[in-house]
């Protein structure tokens, strides 16, 4: 038996216990579903929400009104966080992940489900953002709670390998929401796509959960959190705990995702409105050079988790943001430049860089908030992250791109990037840290 099942299996041999295999289908699956409903909604968002929930207004305006309601969700994501999170240091990571996996998947079905704008009026964009508020509820308990099933059922010397799983889910499921959406881009026609196809990837999803439930269910509480319940009873209030003790902390965990999140959607929300309304690239094209780049992000993945559990987290963030930082000084002669390898070259770039800087960010972010309000802090700060980084993104990108044009997206991006930077800096390693305290 190798230490890290050793580790993981416990020396008490009556106690029921999570495998290896276990642990890292269970922490992939989750992220996996929940960046594959953020994306497909993004993708949707620039692609058909505005046609279909705001047809009344100029396509400019649409555009720009569903990205809106693509930000809705990260607003909600740190209430979800903060309300998963307290159940979660309270009760335990089972139960609470399995609840924010099934209010994040009938959020997202339902949208598949919901009618447009032409069959019930005003109502069909106020549900949509009553359903994206809901979506975002669930996923703000959703990738807190993946992560530390990871890295709390991990060896000390391997928490960032662990870690990795749930760094592993935005990959696969990025892949899985461009594939959908290649497929049904090559078999329908346009109008055959905004009137129902565009309903498939959101009602797909539905499928992905029971999945994962599934997986779940057969989990066991994580031996760190058992151990600390038996010691110490958790805060009443997590929330309020972190807050009071732990605010500069949770400032410096959401300023270092920021440049990570900028990044991500820069990349693939805004690249592929930019791609196919103002390069002329077609649908199918971009979507298929984003299934190509992605491939890189994944491959970045492991080979950044193994050397933060190596030379340790800041060494690898930092470097990977300052090269985060370069590469939006970069965005136009390779976007402008007339050439679609060029294009598929930056966003196999970017996406590589998006590995690099996320992966350790699965065992980061947990290890620097201590146990007992290790779920609620770790969410939190990934959740805040994202309504820094990621909810504006779009709305911001294509304000700077009708100014000043692509130019001032890329400053955008290497601004966002030094932003964590100055974090990451702020921040002490975490590599060698006590896990159980």
Known sequence: MDKT??????????????????????????????????????????????????????????????????????????????????????????????????????????IGLLPGYAAIGFWAPFLLCILRLAQGLGLGGEWGGAALLATENAPEDKRALFGMFPQLGPSVGFLMSNGVFFIIALTLTNEQFLAWGWRIPFIFSALLVVIGLYIRLKLVESPIFTEALKKNNPPKVPVLEMFKCHWSTLALGSLSMVGC??????????????GTKHLGIANQTFLGFLCIAVVFMAVATPISALLSDKYGRKPVLII??????????????FMESDSNFLVLAFLCIELFLMGVIFAPMGALLPEIFPINIRYTGSSAAYSIG?????????????????????LWVGYYVSFASLISFIAMLLIKETKNSDFSC
Request: proline fraction near 5%.
């Open 386 to 406: 994202g309504i820094l980084g990621a909810s504006i993104a779009p709305i911001v990108a294509n304000y700077l791109v009708n100014e000043g044009g692509l």
């Open 5 to 110: 099942q050793s580790f993981i299996e416990g020396s008490d041999s009556n106690q029921p216990v999570n495998s290896t295999s276990r642990v890292a289908l269970a922490s992939f699956i989750g992220t996996t579903i929940e960046f594959y409903d953020f994306y497909i909604y993004a993708t949707a968002a620039a692609l058909v929400i505005g046609p279909v929930f705001f047809p009344g207004s100029s396509p400019s305006a649409q555009i720009l009104q569903s990205f809106a309601t693509f930000g809705i969700a990260f607003v909600a994501r740190p209430i979800g966080a903060m309300l998963f999170g307290h159940f979660g240091d309270r009760i335990g990571r089972k139960s609470t992940l399995v609840f924010s996996l099934i209010l994040m998947g009938i959020a997202t079905m339902l």
């Open 320 to 333: 990977g943001l300052i090269l985060t930082i370069l590469s939006g000084m970069v965005m136009v002669p």
């Open 261 to 274: 999140y900028t990044l991500f959607y820069i990349t693939t929300a805004f690249l592929l409105q930019f």
